[in-house]
């Protein structure tokens, strides 16, 4: 098993910066992959990036150039960093690892980001 907690979420201003943190515990050899995605209010959730192997990064189309995601193997925590935030970046984000080719195993319980214009 694998536990992720984030942390990093709240209220910000159009234009400013979050970074969003994801703590893994357990049996974090088990995965090879770690990511983030979120979920709007009244939208189903969406993938946002990844990180596999603590190397290899993927973006979604609309996190390209505003979302970086980087990866602390001491202290096996992920990060997502949102600059330039848009109110549409609101919703709830949530940590996912697991296996590529095999699915997102494990969840966060999310953190909420609230963006304002």
């Known amino acids: 098993q694998v536990q992720l907690v984030e942390s990093g979420g709240g209220s910000a201003q159009a234009g400013g910066s979050l970074t969003l943190s994801c703590a893994a515990s357990?049996?974090?050899?088990?995965?090879?992959?770690m990511g983030w995605h979120r979920q709007a209010p009244g939208k189903e959730r969406e993938w946002v990036a990844d990180?596999?192997?603590?190397?290899?990064?993927n973006f979604a189309n609309f996190a390209k150039g505003r979302f970086t995601i980087s990866r602390d193997d001491v202290k096996d925590t992920v990060y997502l960093q949102i600059d330039s935030l848009k109110p549409e970046d609101t919703g709830v984000y949530y940590c996912a690892a697991g296996v590529v080719g095999r699915g997102w195993k494990y969840w966060g319980q999310g953190t909420q980001v609230t963006v304002s214009s």
């Open positions: 990180i596999i192997n603590g190397v290899h990064k």
């Open positions: 357990g049996s974090i050899l088990d995965v090879n992959t």
